[in-house]
């Protein structure tokens, strides 16, 4: 038999290797695998905020600036999301190829995912989430969400199948919460889902990966369940329009843009990698920031750890307590201290959650000045910061009740054909109105 040829390594899979095991022995660098999340290690042993502008340079990805965020302005006749104007959106892949195609009104959808570990989302799964209905009702383009339940239950030793696809389905609900249009949505359960369309493509995948490249990409140990070196075909798969046949008819021949986190982009530049030997369009990237855990910004948030998190669920009164006893605060040692030299909000938790969550830029750069000069106190700031959670976590709630079965059904129905707006190109009357206006 033929000795297995080594695979040329492409460009994007050659940028980096995300090997944890290689970062252990380093000690210093940040780690940022889609299952660790931490700050690069000082002397004391504490972990600093993550360097974003490494990690682009360690991706290879572009970073979004003024005149991207202003053509898509230009394009959409929306105003950048705050996500987008304070650069917690910060990275892409390919974002002007898809703005082009918005431009001549050729279709292109969204896709994004969430593993369901735990039954109840948090205020870091938030994120994404938010930045895609504001995307969606931007372009007016389709969505695809892909609920993992199957990885969930093969990178959780514990977790048993019935209960990720239980965890699946409330997330669903959750997510719905959020305000998609349930014409342009569809949500599906990996175990649910899989079939058809889906199953080719994940099969036409896993062949192009070889276990030398999963395990470059995402430092696989001998001991690790086979399940896991061949997920990454599976979270690929919904890259490619004909995994939906129903939606995007069988060609593949669509283009998508994932809104993700940073982490999530290991698997997608095996995906671009793929994308070009399956000859379907690569998909476009645009990456988001951690949310910070309460502890601090040298991690991300844990659904499984508790104290970390505040979830969907909390009431106003836990949402409370948890930021006044966990939020990692910049503020000075002592009352007395911090007026006279100051806060630092670069670090502070409760800062930072504002500036993901609070709407009034001028208020925002408010906090953030009186912050630095001491005359906002800790407390003050934090106070803010939990009416501000409160707000956003309440109104999810509310919107949460109105969330039927029979929605659920809707957003998760595989037979309904129902994303006929694709028949007209995405975005095409506001195209057509655009050069209208010109003339
Ligand atoms: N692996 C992701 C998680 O654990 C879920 C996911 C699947 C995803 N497909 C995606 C996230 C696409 C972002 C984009 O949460």
Redesign the pocket.
């Known amino acids: 038999m033929a000795e297995p040829q080594p695979q040329p390594p492409t460009t994007e899979l050659a940028a980096t290797s995300l090997n944890p095991n290689e970062n252990a022995n380093e000690g210093q660098e940040q780690k940022v695998t ?1 299952w660790e999340v931490e700050g690069a290690k000082g002397a004391d042993g504490k972990a600093a905020a993550i360097d974003y502008d490494r990690l682009v340079e360690q991706f290879g990805t572009r970073r979004i600036d003024a005149d991207l965020i202003k053509r898509f302005e230009d394009l959409t006749g929306v105003r950048a999301h705050p996500f987008l104007r304070r650069g917690l959106f910060f990275s892409h892949r390919d974002l002007a190829s898809i703005l082009d195609r918005f431009e001549k009104g050729k279709p292109f959808y969204l ?7 735990s039954g109840s989302m948090h205020t870091g ?1 938030m994120v ?1 989430f938010l930045f895609c209905k504001y995307l969606q009702d931007a372009f007016h383009a389709p969505l695809v ?4 339940d199957d ?2 239950f093969l ?1 959780k030793q514990e977790l048993k199948l019935e209960e990720a696809h239980a965890f699946a389905i409330q997330n669903a609900k959750d997510i719905i919460a959020f305000g998609f249009n349930p014409d342009l949505t569809f949500m599906f359960s990996n175990l649910d889902y899989m079939g058809g369309g889906f199953y080719a493509n994940v099969q036409k995948i896993a062949k192009c990966i070889t276990y030398s490249q999963a395990r470059a990409a995402f430092g696989f140990v001998d001991s690790d369940n086979i399940g896991k070196v061949h ?1 990454a075909s ?2 690929a798969a ?2 490619f329009s004909n995994t939906f046949p129903h939606i995007f008819g069988p060609k593949g021949d669509i283009p998508c843009l ?4 940073i982490d ?1 982009d290991p ?2 530049r095996i995906t671009r990698d793929v994308a070009v030997r399956l000859k379907y369009p690569k998909p476009a990237l645009i990456h988001a920031q951690f949310f910070p855990a309460l502890q601090g910004s040298g991690t991300k948030m844990s659904a499984s750890k508790a104290e970390t998190a505040i979830y969907i669920t909390d009431t106003p009164n836990q949402i409370k307590k948890k930021i006044n006893s966990h939020a990692f605060s910049g503020g000075g040692a002592t009352a007395e201290l911090h007026r006279e030299f100051g806060g630092n909000p670069d670090v502070d938790v409760a800062f930072q959650w504002l500036k993901f969550f609070l709407e009034d830029d001028e208020e925002l750069e408010t906090i953030e000045r009186t912050y630095r000069a001491g005359t906002l106190s800790t407390s003050e700031l934090k106070k803010r910061c939990i009416e501000v959670v409160t707000a956003i976590v309440v109104d999810i709630q509310e919107r949460r009740k109105g969330v039927t079965d029979e929605l659920v059904r809707k957003f998760m129905d595989p037979t309904e054909k129902k994303i006929v707006q694709l028949k007209e190109p995405v975005g095409g009357i506001k195209v057509e109105e655009k050069k209208a206006a010109k003339k």
Do not use: D, M, N, W
Not at 111 to 117: A, N, V
Not at 145 to 148: F, N, P
């Open positions: 889609p896709y994004t995912g969430r593993g369901p570990s799964h994404p969400i892909q609920l993992t990885e969930k990178f997920f599976i979270q919904p890259s994932i809104p993700c986190a999530q698997y997608f």
